[in-house]
């Protein structure tokens, strides 16, 4: 007589192949002025404010995507970059001409810095840090038969990117127009961490991420569904910075997932790994070591469910 098996769900050990990134929360001294400069420099424009104590949250994005919350926050010191959070965030266009669009309204506007630009083999990637110095990269992605596996990995690289001939190539005067009417979308989002292996056990092992390359030093890239990153990791700055301390910068990471049955599996896996977690029936909300909030989410966040986080 063959053993009794017991089912299992198909996302016990992994999250969903339909993972999405959702809108980055950053906490600011100067409200106006970083709203201003998202404005400009990457089209994103205000949705919807709402003040909550001394706090006042804006929500800009394109179209009516949510892609990033500002939190004025009085009183917190600016962040450390030696310390845990946020490294950058990664805005993600259709395609070069969307891209190049974007870059040359970002390169015009002297409150934020552009700070280099790299072929990484599966993407295009240029930039910039904002007026309080969080990390913005604007890319778009290779097509996916062009990525290059290699032992179970995707391979990445750092090349340099040649920016005058990437603008002379895709940029257009049509595509200058209509960028604050095109869609975006945050594609990844990379962090600081104070050490690799905890990093590795919270966001892979608890969060349900997939590692996709372990091999570059002082990182660790992992995503789901086969996407080259969705978060990436690494110690490049912050190499054994503990807990964050109270500061201006990265407030928190969204995810989002197709339904109820994928908040079950991460509950029953940060259960497993002994991690507190919040949980309001359309959010699992959890803390990684550091400190970083993350939340995960069922479709169907509005702008007013996120004021509401």
């Known amino acids: 007589m063959d053993r009794p098996t017991e089912p299992t769900a198909v996302h016990d050990r992994i999250i969903t192949p339909d993972l999405a990134m959702d809108a ?13 400069y998202y404005g400009t420099a990457f089209a994103l424009e205000p ?15 394109r179209g009516t995507t949510p892609l990033l919350r500002l939190v004025h926050t009085p009183g917190l010191p600016a962040g450390d970059h030696r310390q845990a959070g946020l490294f950058h965030t ?9 891209l190049a669009a974007t870059v040359y309204r970002a390169v015009q506007d002297p409150r934020g810095q552009f700070t280099g630009s790299s072929d990484h083999l599966v993407s295009e990637a240029f ?6 110095g969080n990390g913005v990269e604007l890319y778009t992605d290779r097509p996916r038969e062009q990525w290059v596996h290699e032992g179970g990995q995707i391979k ?37 961490v104070g050490d690799i292996a905890p990093a590795r056990q919270f966001y892979v092992d608890a969060l ?32 054994g910075a503990g807990p964050r301390a109270a500061s201006l910068g990265l407030g928190e990471v969204a995810i989002t997932v197709p339904g109820r049955e994928d908040l079950d599996a991460l509950v029953a896996r940060l259960r497993a790994a002994n991690l507190p977690f919040a949980d309001d029936g359309r959010s699992v909300t959890v803390a990684d070591p550091w400190g970083t909030q993350v939340s995960v989410s069922v479709p169907g966040t509005s702008v007013e469910d996120l004021l509401a986080r």
């Open 47 to 61: 949705l919807e404010e709402r003040g909550k104590g001394s706090e006042v949250h804006r929500v800009l994005g």
């Open 156 to 192: 990445m690289g750092s090349a340099w990117l040649d920016p005058n001939a990437y603008l002379r190539t895709h940029l257009t005067e049509a595509e200058l127009g209509a960028a604050p009417s095109r869609s975006g979308r945050v594609g990844h989002v990379h962090l600081q």
């Open 90 to 98: 990664a805005l993600l266009f259709d395609d070069e001409a969307a």
């Open 24 to 36: 980055v929360t950053l906490r600011v001294g100067d409200l106006d002025t970083m709203a201003s």
């Open 208 to 239: 349900g991420l997939e590692a996709t390359l372990t091999g570059f030093p002082g990182a660790l890239f992992a995503s789901a569904g086969g996407y080259h990153h969705h978060i990436a990791m690494n110690t490049w700055n912050s190499a």
């Open 127 to 132: 930039y910039f840090t904002d007026p309080e």
